[in-house]
């Protein structure tokens, strides 16, 4: 699955959708400093200990969007308890992935 591609030129796509509605948060200083748009990716920076989760789980319960996937790799169990408790509305679409794999906890959800 090796696919050799130059960085300067683009990769096809049949037809790329306008991201014209914007992803509110409801957090001012978050969607002020991170502008997001629906159906894009967003990331959110920080190092150990900035309660970059607390920042993904208020995305997730108060943003203005239908679905949410929420991919928590590498957090700790208790963390994603947590996550899961206080999201009681979501459909596991896989729960436990991979768990051998380093002893930790991937969930994947839906809204």
């Known amino acids: 699955m090796l696919k050799i591609w130059s960085v300067r030129q683009t990769q ?6 306008a991201a014209n509605h ?3 948060i409801g ?3 978050l969607d002020s400093l991170y502008p997001c748009v629906q159906g894009g990716a967003t ?3 920080g190092a150990f200990g900035y ?3 607390v920042i993904s789980q208020s ?6 969007s239908d679905d949410i996937v929420y991919v928590g790799i590498d957090q700790r169990g208790n963390e994603m308890a947590k996550v899961l408790r206080d999201l009681p509305q979501v459909k596991y679409l896989i729960s436990h992935l991979l768990n051998v794999i ?3 906890n991937y969930f994947i959800v839906k809204n």
């Open 12 to 17: 096809p796509v049949v037809e790329k959708l």
């Open 22 to 24: 914007p992803l509110l």
């Open 27 to 29: 957090q001012r200083a």
């Open 43 to 45: 990331a959110i920076p």
């Open 51 to 53: 309660e970059k989760t």
């Open 59 to 64: 995305l997730s319960k108060f943003s203005n």
């Open 102 to 104: 380093n002893r930790k």
